[in-house]
């Protein structure tokens, strides 16, 4: 027979009794008596003991020590006993390793020790069932949560209130993930069947359960049903703590209701389950609702305020005062927490001096814009990419090159990366400057790519100004790299070469793509049609154009236009005609990009009838502009229709165009 397992606990030791004799038949013999000793580091040794023995619960005191460092140190120490120990478990231990395998996210040991207990006669509450599904929600495995909620529910067991709302969280995640909002069926349609199931049950909805609904049809844009949902709480005699209040209180900011939200606050002001952080964040909330409706006080006394209720004045609060006055378009508040800031002996970050850069140039304030300058170079204060991405924005908007150009060499001076904000403006400055190659920007651009984003940028950049070779260069160089070309980055190079007319670069680039295995997208074959309809390869360009389709993509307006230049510029009307009908009929967006197209045709080819109709067609959908204008224009002089010509010049400047000094 075998022994009974019995644990005796001395300092960090487990001392468990093993098989006798008469175990051997079945598996290796091992000590009658052996020690588990559990250190510190959750490692496990087996030693010989003495044969006194000691409560049973020892085994269990051991192993919630080991919780206490983490589930993980309990599995470790678990896994490293022999097998024979690891067979039989103690009353209580079991719950500690089921749990701790479903923190892990480990299911079939779950089972397993289940079904140990089970043979061992040792009895399964319903607390087991509790504490796994809220392990399964930490790793979001709604499957796993079901499984044991079913089996709860099948042992005869009532899932507490705590249960259900763990469940109703997991779902509304699972559903606000996955998108799901049907107009049949409501917003989160699983989610509301459980609470259903739920009040059908007989348990009555906690502050937990609204906290997770109202979440759950914010985040999905269900306002109506929030608004709903609110006014049901406000019937009950829930009294609203935290999660709900703060839900709550989100509620009331994204609907602009001010005195409410101040209620909420007012209400946790003494509410001990409320941590400072939470507070904090909470106050801030209404402070930014109070901004929004112009209902700030002055610095001082908002500073003194926040003090009152226990907030830290720190260079983190203050700029996110500064930002709040910003918000509410008080620009002279806002620089006056700078001397609340002076008087607090709390130093400004680049934080708190790229906010007010910021709205200063935004709202054309230069000089204050100026005077923070000279502040962050006297005080030294360390710029960071945000700092120099604010500073070129806004010297870019105000076409000071020069200055734009200063704060991104700066920029590629300092310690710091570029980020893809500082980039795309760096791009940007690339492009309006002198051409690239002379730019002294060309080394930082080229000398580190944060990402494919970045790259691709950059290579656009390159094609815009027509250099072929460093487009070249750059994209042989990162081919074989980490950022490894996309379709846009094809694309780039195919346009490229197609504007620079070499065609037989633009169609080996095309092949390569495909045998990179990189699919073309609809701009790539936009430009494959276009460029083949300006050499006069309209079947190669109908075929591209037909590729589309083919492969499962949507040809676009561009590809339409496209298709439509390529017969109207050799006199192919009747097929111009009919690829514009097709975009009629289709569905696709009549721009005034695709009615000046067949415009020009028209005037190019002497169709002036057919010319005057279209603009008049183009009149009722609402498509002119000073382009369309210059056309019939143009198509009018070119006919000697000088009548009609005076009547759209006359109509051309009612309407605020100005004509081009193409237009005599």
Request: charged content about 25%; proline content about 5%.
């Amino acid at each position: 027979m075998l022994s009974r397992v019995v644990a005796r606990h001395s300092r960090s030791s487990v001392i468990v009794r093993g098989y006798t004799a008469k175990a051997a038949r079945k598996g290796p013999r091992v000590p009658q008596r052996e020690q588990v000793s559990v250190g510190g580091n959750g490692k496990v040794s087996v030693e010989g003991v003495a044969a006194n023995t000691a409560p049973m619960d020892a085994a269990l005191q051991e192993f919630k020590k080991l919780e206490r460092q983490g589930y993980e140190k309990v599995l470790m120490a678990w896994e490293s006993l022999p097998p024979v120990s690891q067979y039989q478990l103690f009353p209580g231990v079991y719950h500690l390793l089921a749990v701790s395998y479903a923190k892990a996210n480990k299911p079939k040991p779950i089972q397993d020790i289940i079904k140990r207990a089970r043979r061992q006669k040792l009895s399964i509450s319903r607390f087991l069932y509790d504490d796994l599904i809220r392990a399964f929600k930490g790793r979001q495995n709604l499957d796993q949560m079901n499984l044991y909620f079913q089996e709860l529910k099948r042992r005869k067991f009532t899932p507490s209130v705590s249960t259900y709302d763990n469940m109703l969280e997991a779902y509304i995640k699972s559903e606000i993930k996955s998108g799901i909002l049907t107009p049949e069926l409501g917003p989160l349609p699983k989610s509301t069947a459980f609470l259903q199931e739920m009040q059908t049950s007989g348990v009555s909805p906690s502050p937990f359960t609204w906290s997770h609904l109202l979440y759950g049809y914010m985040k999905t844009g269900m306002l109506p049903e929030a608004e709903s949902l609110v006014s049901e709480i406000q019937q009950t005699n829930i009294v609203p703590h935290y999660p709900l209040s703060f839900q709550l209180l989100q509620f009331y900011a994204k609907t602009n209701r001010l005195e409410e939200a101040e209620k909420i606050c007012a209400n946790i002001k003494d509410d001990a389950r409320v941590s400072p952080l939470v507070a904090n964040n909470m106050y801030r909330t209404l402070l930014s609702l109070r901004a929004k409706n112009g209902k700030l006080t002055d610095a001082p006394s908002l500073v003194k305020s926040l003090q009152e209720a226990g907030f830290t004045a720190d260079e983190h609060l203050f700029t996110d005062l500064i930002a709040l006055y910003v918000q509410a378009g008080q620009f002279t508040e806002a620089l006056s927490i700078l001397e609340v800031m002076k008087t607090e002996n709390v130093e400004p970050t680049v934080a708190t001096y790229t906010t007010l850069i910021h709205f200063a140039f935004k709202e054309g304030k230069t000089e204050e814009a100026t005077q923070l300058l000279e502040q962050v170079e006297q005080k030294k204060v360390a710029a960071d990419p945000i700092f120099y991405s604010v500073l070129m924005r806004a010297y870019v908007v105000s076409d000071n090159l020069e200055k734009a150009e200063a704060a991104a060499l700066s920029l590629a001076q300092s310690k710091e990366k570029a980020d893809e904000g500082a980039w795309s403006l760096i791009n940007t400055l690339a492009r309006k400057a002198r051409p690239l190659a002379e730019n002294p920007l060309h080394a930082l651009l080229s000398r580190s790519l944060p990402s494919l984003v970045c790259f691709n940028s950059l290579l656009s950049v390159y094609a815009h100004q027509g250099n072929t070779q460093l487009a070249e260069e750059l994209f042989n160089k990162h081919k074989g790299s980490s950022l490894r070309p996309d379709e846009w980055t094809y694309t780039t190079m195919i346009d490229m070469y197609s504007k620079q007319g070499e065609p037989e670069k633009a169609l080996a680039m095309i092949k390569e793509m495909i045998s990179s295995g990189v699919s073309p997208n609809v701009v790539t074959y936009n430009v494959l049609i276009d460029m083949y309809g300006k050499q006069g390869q309209t079947e190669e360009a109908k075929a591209a154009f037909q590729e589309v389709s083919k492969k499962g993509l949507v040809p676009n307006e561009h590809c339409y236009t496209s298709l439509l230049n390529s017969y109207g510029k050799f006199g192919l009307l009747s097929l111009a005609e009919t690829v514009f009908q097709q975009m009629k009929e289709g569905g696709v967006q009549l721009d005034v990009i695709a009615y000046s197209s067949l415009l020009h045709i028209y005037g190019l080819w002497g169709q002036v009838e057919k010319a005057s109709s279209l603009f008049e067609e183009m009149k009722g959908a609402g498509e002119l502009d000073d382009v369309a204008y210059e056309i019939i224009l143009n198509i009018y002089r070119k006919a000697k229709l000088e009548k009609e010509a005076e009547g759209v010049l006359k109509e051309m400047k009612e309407k605020g165009f100005v004509p081009s000094d193409f237009v005599p």
